[in-house]
C-alpha cells in the first residue's frame, strides 16, 4: 500500500519531544533531522507507539519526578522515551520478543564534519537502550545529512520514509 491509502484514518502530527500511543488504528506523522524516531509495533494487539526525542541522555537522571515515573521533559529524550513506551507496552502485556522495532532519523543536518553529533549520539543511545533491553531493530533509515519525513501506521506497523534533500522539500512536510 502507499501513504495515500490511509487517508481515511485519523492523523496526528508528532511534535519534537512527543510520543504518540496508538491502540486504535492512527497515521502518525513526524518530521525529523538529527531528533530520532523509535516505532513499537504489536502484531497480535494491532498496538504502535513513536516518539520523537531530540536528546540523548535525560539530565535528571535518576532524579525523577512524580508524572508517570518519569520528569516533565522525559519525552525530549531517546532513552526515557524508550522506556516510557516499553513500560506501556508491557502494561498491556505485551512481551520483548513480541515488539518489532524501527528507527529512523538522526542525520547531521547542519554538515558538521564533527563525528559525535547531536543525530549520532540520539542513534548510539536509542540502539544502546533497545539492546540493554534485548529488543531487535527489524528495519532501520538513520544518519547522513538529510532530514526525513515519517508516516507511520500503527494497527500495522508501516513505516512510510521521504527523505528531505533540499529546502523545497523541507517547506513541503505537512
Known amino acids: 500500500m502507499k501513504p495515500s491509502d490511509y487517508n481515511h484514518m485519523p492523523a496526528v502530527y508528532l511534535k519534537p519531544a512527543e510520543i504518540s500511543i496508538c491502540e486504535n488504528p492512527t497515521k502518525v ?5 538529527s531528533c530520532v524516531s523509535v516505532t513499537f509495533f504489536n502484531r497480535r494487539l494491532k498496538l504502535g507507539a513513536i516518539c520523537h ?12 519526578k512524580p508524572r508517570d515515573g518519569y520528569c516533565d521533559e522525559a519525552f525530549k529524550f531517546m532513552e526515557c522515551s524508550i522506556r516510557y513506551m516499553l513500560e506501556k507496552f508491557r502494561s498491556l502485556g505485551v512481551q520483548n520478543s513480541e515488539i518489532e522495532v524501527k528507527m529512523f532519523g538522526g542525520a547531521d543536518t547542519l554538515a ?31 544518519g547522513d545529512n538529510f532530514g526525513r519525513k515519517l508516516i507511520f501506521i500503527s494497527d500495522t506497523g508501516e513505516v512510510f ?7 523545497q522539500d523541507r517547506m513541503n512536510t505537512k
Open 29 to 33: 506523522v513526524t518530521v525529523l533531522g
Open 112 to 142: 558538521s564534519k564533527r563525528a559525535n553529533t547531536i543525530g549520532s549520539r540520539n542513534v548510539k543511545i536509542a540502539l544502546e537502550v533497545i539492546a540493554e533491553e534485548k529488543l531487535h531493530v527489524t528495519a532501520a533509515d538513520v
Open 161 to 167: 520514509v521521504k527523505r528531505l534533500k533540499n529546502a
Open 53 to 64: 526525542g531530540t536528546l540523548p541522555h535525560c539530565r535528571h537522571g535518576s532524579h525523577r
